[in-house]
């Protein structure tokens, strides 16, 4: 199975929002509301900032938010801080006991 | 404090393999699946499979099919992941991680474990 599609990078300004998308099929990200999204830094563990489509972990930013429309999910960062400059990684249940996270996207705060 | 520790670093030569380990405390170790993720260097996540700890069923990606098992010793609240006939890309960060009961998040991670295959 593919990696679920995201743009490779996406840039605001500080206290601007921005939105990455994380597009799949019907198979995945459209058929089941198992989606997270991850905040990673290069050889460091992942963390977690959304789960289940829109559930945001206690202690995580509330300027953090998730939706799906479809096959599509969204990851939107509202007030863009310099600490959110990092990777960003969805993940989705696809079915048969398997998961596929999408290709990553850059943020970069100007 | 929950957390996941996973053994330290590893260099191989192709054709060997490797095998890490996760050690889980502050929760119960059977109660939650564990994930496998790795990282290439410059590259992205990429989903390796699952064990869960109270069964010891498992199943992976199919590209990591023939060439991954993960195991567990209740025991020892450790997981494993064996990696065989390794080559060069496979040079990479391997991360454990803990799935939410009925839910879709990674909440708690391992620290990494860096593969490097080299001759």
């Known amino acids: 199975q593919s990696a679920l599609t995201q743009p490779a990078s996406v840039s605001g300004s500080l206290g601007e929002p921005i939105t990455i998308s994380c597009t799949g099929t019907s198979g995945d990200v459209g058929g089941y509301n198992y989606l997270s999204w991850y905040q990673s830094h290069p050889g460091k563990a992942p963390n977690l900032i959304i789960f289940d489509v829109t559930k945001r972990p206690s202690g995580v930013s509330n300027r953090f938010s998730g939706s799906k429309s479809g096959n599509t999910a969204s990851l939107t960062i509202s007030g863009l801080q310099a600490e959110d400059e990092a990777d960003y990684y969805c993940c989705t249940y696809a079915g048969n006991s398997i998961w596929l996270f999408g290709g990553g996207t850059k943020v970069t705060v100007l | 404090q929950v957390q996941l520790v996973q053994s330290g670093a590893e260099v191989k030569k192709p054709g060997a393999s490797v095998t890490v380990s996760c050690k889980a405390s502050?929760?119960?170790?059977?109660?939650?699946?564990i994930h496998w993720v790795r990282q290439a260097p410059g590259r992205g996540l990429e989903w390796m499979g699952w064990?869960?700890?109270?069964?010891?069923?498992?199943d992976s990606a199919q590209k990591f099919q023939d060439w991954v098992t993960l195991t567990r010793d209740t025991s020892r609240s450790t997981t494993y992941m064996e990696l065989t006939n390794l080559g060069s890309d496979d040079t990479a960060f391997y991360f454990c991680?803990?799935?939410?009961?009925?839910?879709?998040?990674?909440?708690?991670w391992g620290q990494g474990t860096l593969v490097t295959v080299s001759s």
């Open positions: 502050g929760y119960s170790f059977t109660g939650h699946y």
């Open positions: 991680a803990r799935i939410l009961r009925g839910s879709s998040g990674f909440d708690i």
């Open positions: 064990i869960d700890p109270n069964s010891g069923n498992t």
